[in-house]
């Protein structure tokens, strides 16, 4: 049996990982604010990521128990908003969560790791990608995390350590409808792009209903954790006109975008 810490433990993919992992027979301890209404077969801790205090009460507990064999970073934000409209809190918010949390729970996780634990960051589809007009911030979140851990890797690899990184694309979980609850509000509330926006939401619509299942992304990790050499990046649902897009010129890949947001 092993021993595994995940984020976002509350959420959609953090719910499925976790249940994958104890379905296992594995132990797993769950980190995420808030708590589901049943309690789950697996250990769930109050932690906020955005809060160092409050992860190091957090993994204090988890020390206790033994040391850990991997962790998996499920926790994250989507904002689809403007640039230039998005209110400084949120800007600041979303790299506190999706970037920042991240670091803080590996660097307090580090003296809890058994020889040849592992890490899995979930990132996304968009990583690798060019940015597209309002899911900016969460692609730049995205692929920062994505360099982060690159350089994680160069670093734990030297430790016997690997880290992995999972791309998902559309995942049907509770961040798709707060997803397009954001988005309506960004198409209610934009001064600057309200033809853009609507236009916009349409495309989103389309595209996130090709969403796949947590359960999904869950056994993709469980291969992760059961490769002999993992890899550094796993796929998952990528949307190929997405990748398309973004293999053209991009001169080219923003007179598409006038044209279809115009």
Known sequence: MARYLVTGAAGGMGTAICRALTD?????????RTRPAAEPPWHL????????????????LVGESGPLDGVIHAAGL???????????????????????????????AVPLLAP????????????????????????VTKTALEAYAYSLRMEMQLLGRPVSV??????????????????????????????????????????EARSVTPDKLA????????????????NLNRNPLLRL??????????????RILS
């Open 24 to 32: 296992a027979g594995h132990e797993v301890f769950g980190l995420d």
């Open 45 to 60: 801790l109050a932690a906020d990521l955005t809060d160092s205090a409050s992860l190091q009460a957090a993994l204090r």
């Open 78 to 108: 989507y904002d689809l908003n403007s640039l230039l409209e998005i209110d400084e809190e949120a800007f600041v918010r979303i790299f506190n969560v999706n970037l920042f949390g991240v670091y803080r729970v590996n660097k307090l």
């Open 116 to 139: 040849g634990a592992r890490c899995v960051i979930i990132t996304s589809e968009l990583a690798p990608l060019d940015p597209l007009p309002f899911t900016g911030l969460y692609a």
């Open 166 to 207: 999972v791309r998902p694309g559309a995942v049907n979980t509770g961040m798709l409808p707060s997803s397009l609850r954001a988005l309506e509000r960004f198409c209610t509330g934009t001064g600057l792009y309200p033809v853009h926006a609507e236009r916009f939401r349409r495309i989103v619509q389309r595209v």
């Open 219 to 234: 056994q993709k990790v469980l291969r992760v954790l059961r490769a002999k050499r993992p890899r550094f990046v796993y």
């Open 245 to 258: 897009l973004s293999a053209l010129p991009r001169r080219l890949q923003l007179w598409i975008i006038r």
